[in-house]
């Protein structure tokens, strides 16, 4: 019976061990503020519309003043599209979600650069990533589905339930890269 008691706590110490090797540790981990804990396209069928959204959990206590200020990629071209949030301390979170976009390809990434910012101005943290999406801006319907906060169908639709309109304008994506 003690071998095997032996076995699992040496098991146990070796998981372990492992463990505690896969965490942030030295230069790399110390001093940062937030990681990503989310991040994911939204396609609002109803509206009519995808953004970008992610989420930041703080590691560390959050200060007043700090801002997260996002800077997406845009889809279809152009300037990136920036986001500044106010931190909020007492919040478990920081969500961070852009504008409307446009011309979204599938499986295709798209940066994303987070900079984390003092009542000051001054960088604190940054951070960089690359999301993808596994639909295209193809799959949403021409109009927003619904008009009010009632569900009340658009009545331009009337007669096309899934929301396509022949000859409806497409947005310009010859920009998107």
Not at 10 to 32: H, K, P, Q, W, Y
Not at 61 to 88: D, I, R, T, Y
Request: aromatic residues 6%; contains cysteine; charged residues 20%.
């Amino acid at each position: 019976m003690s071998r095997k008691i032996l076995r699992l706590v040496g098991a146990a110490l070796v998981a372990a061990t492992m463990l505690s090797a896969c965490r942030d540790t030295g230069r790399d981990g110390e001093g940062r503020l937030f990681e990503i804990s989310g991040k994911l396209f939204v396609f609002n069928y109803r509206l009519a519309r995808a953004t970008y959204v992610v989420t930041l959990r703080p590691l560390q206590p959050m200060q007043e003043g700090q801002v997260a200020v996002a800077s997406f990629q845009n889809p279809a071209g152009g300037e990136p599209l920036v986001v500044e949030q106010k931190v909020w301390p007492k919040l478990g979170k920081v969500s961070l979600e852009s504008p409307a976009l446009f011309c979204i390809v599938k499986d295709k990434p798209y940066a994303i650069s987070i900079s984390i910012k003092d009542a000051d101005g001054a960088v604190l943290q940054k951070i960089d990533t690359t999301l993808m999406s596994t639909q295209d801006q193809s799959v949403l319907p021409d109009r927003p589905l619904v008009i009010d906060q009632l569900y009340t169908p658009n009545p331009e639709l009337a007669g096309h339930p899934d929301g396509k309109l022949p000859g409806a304008p497409k947005p310009d994506c010859s920009k998107a890269g």
